[in-house]
């Protein structure tokens, strides 16, 4: 259950009525302060108690703290009511200013300097403590300077994150909020996220406007002779046969020349410079893309399921979508009046085009294995389940007539590209007659023989339909019962045992008791075996 606090009281609890606001959304996001809105009205107990910049929120999800900050802006509309706009305590660096510096050192050196900074010039809920940091740069050794003051929170994104990567998360413990700065997630979400299951939408998102093919890099500034500072910097010439520039050939094919630099204050030597910069091109000629999932919390229903957690890793498995992976959750937007349009965001920089291209060529194997041995691939339960079949029925009843309609979506999927195929079985009864739709089924397998098929004969083990002829009883199973246009049977062993004939039934054996009969009718056998009903007398 959700519930918020304001300075330490409580705002918003959704079992009782007067502490009730509207459309209360948390959006948490990855080296972002975050953000919490909500509207309340005049009728609310706290309506008058809520501070611009000074009251602390607080969002819990039973025990767990989701979001700490604090009110930024609110509006009024026509009836006075507000709409409360709240900023994430990373924001309080946005009160302190780093001054003019010149630093060299270790990555956590400079953050402490950027921490002792802001704390010197802020209350005491706004201080933090240095936590973990994991994010290192190779030479364990950076230079970082500036002339001109900037917000601590500028600095962090401009000086560390833009250039070292890493994500910075504020842990608060005891009371105390600390900063952790680090290069990855190290915890999953023992939740996953299924196509059929939990999966309600999703939306890639591709960006390339950040890509580049060619990269000039430059380091330190040059001194002279007598160790004056010079207007030009270190370049990669003398290792790089005379060109200031690397590029990587692939990407240049496929997307063309595309040029990018990066300077290195901290870099002294060519060989150190070029070797940052390759590193710096293998990142740069990525694809970047994000994908929104909106999916059902099913801790929300089931306390055994984990909950959703920003800079956790969630496992997707979604064929359809050529999604089977751990993603690292970088945005999620979290509705605590309506769970069900929960949002979440998954991933950064994914896939590289030098990797899809394996990937494609591993899905054009994989095609040809589809093609070749679908029936060893039938027996293979791996291969079934990489079958989607989303299920959706319809029961619709009125007093005349009920009428079912299911509908089955499989999908067989590579990696890379996918087939999908709807079949649609509506079953019909009004009053007194019975309908029965498969003409969308029978052209499906006609069409593609192989995954359909083979999903189809798994699914319906009692009930087949061969040949025009309605066959009822389980795979490879001794007795089964035939139905066509001009015949009943049941058959053993393939054999029929008993069958109706025009007006006849035929037994090929039997065991009969004297009194079977009705009224004065009875069955008289005849010399054949087979039986007359007839007019029997006593």
Known sequence: ?????????????????????LQPTVTLELNKTGGFD??????????????RLKSSIEVYQDDYLLFRGRVLNDEHDFYNAKNIICEGDLAFFNDSILRPYNYSGSVIGFIQLIIDSHNAQVEEGKQFVLGNVTVEDPNNYIVRSSINPDKSWNVINDK?????????????????????????????????????????????????????????????????????????????????NGMDYIYNQEA????????????????????????????????????????????????????EFDQFRIFEYIEIDSPS??????????????????????????????????????????????????IKDVASQK??????????????????????????EVSETYTAQSEFNSYQEIISTEFGQLNDSFNFEFTTLTENINT??????????????????????????????????????????MLKNNKKMMWLEEDKINIR??????????????FVPRANGSLDFKKVSD
């Open 1 to 21: 259950m959700y519930h918020v606090k304001c300075d330490g009281q409580t705002l918003y609890d959704p079992r009782v009525d007067e502490l009730k606001i």
């Open 38 to 51: 909500f509207i309340i009205y005049p009728s609310h107990p706290m309506y008058g108690q809520i501070m």
């Open 160 to 240: 560390l994150i833009d250039m070292l990567g890493g994500y910075i998360m504020v842990r608060r413990e005891n009371g105390i909020n600390y900063i952790d700065y680090l290069e990855d997630s190290s915890y999953k979400s023992l939740q996953k996220i299924e196509l059929g299951e939990n999966l309600l939408d999703l939306t890639k998102n591709f960006k390339s406007e950040e890509i580049i093919t060619a990269l000039i890099p430059y380091g330190s500034k040059l001194t002279d002779e007598e160790g004056n500072e010079l207007d030009e910097r270190l370049t990669i010439e003398s290792v790089n």
């Open 252 to 303: 240049v094919d496929l997307y063309g020349w595309v040029y990018g630099t990066a300077t290195y204050d901290d870099v002294t030597v060519a060989s150190n410079l070029i070797t940052k910069a390759q590193g710096e091109l293998a990142e740069r000629i990525n694809m970047y893309v994000s994908i929104e999932v909106s999916a059902i919390d099913l801790s929300m229903t089931d306390a």
């Open 321 to 370: 979508h050529l999604l089977d992976d751990d993603m690292l959750t970088s945005k999620i937007e979290i509705h605590l009046d309506d769970p069900q349009n929960n949002k979440l965001t998954l991933g950064n920089k994914y896939k590289t085009f030098t990797e899809e291209q394996m990937q494609t060529d591993k899905v054009t194997r994989s095609n040809e294995n589809n």
């Open 379 to 404: 027996a293979d339960k791996h291969y079934v389940s990489e079958q989607v079949t989303a299920l959706s029925s319809n029961i619709e009843q009125t007093a005349d007539a009920i009428r079912t």
């Open 448 to 489: 593609f023989e192989g995954e359909t098929q083979a999903e189809f004969e798994e699914i319906n083990k009692y009930i087949r339909f061969i040949n025009g002829e309605v066959n009822i009883g389980q795979e490879n199973a001794d007795i089964l019962t035939i139905f066509a246009n001009d015949e009943w049977a």
């Open 509 to 522: 054996k039997g065991h009969f008791f004297d009194q079977l009969r009705v009224g004065n009718f009875g």
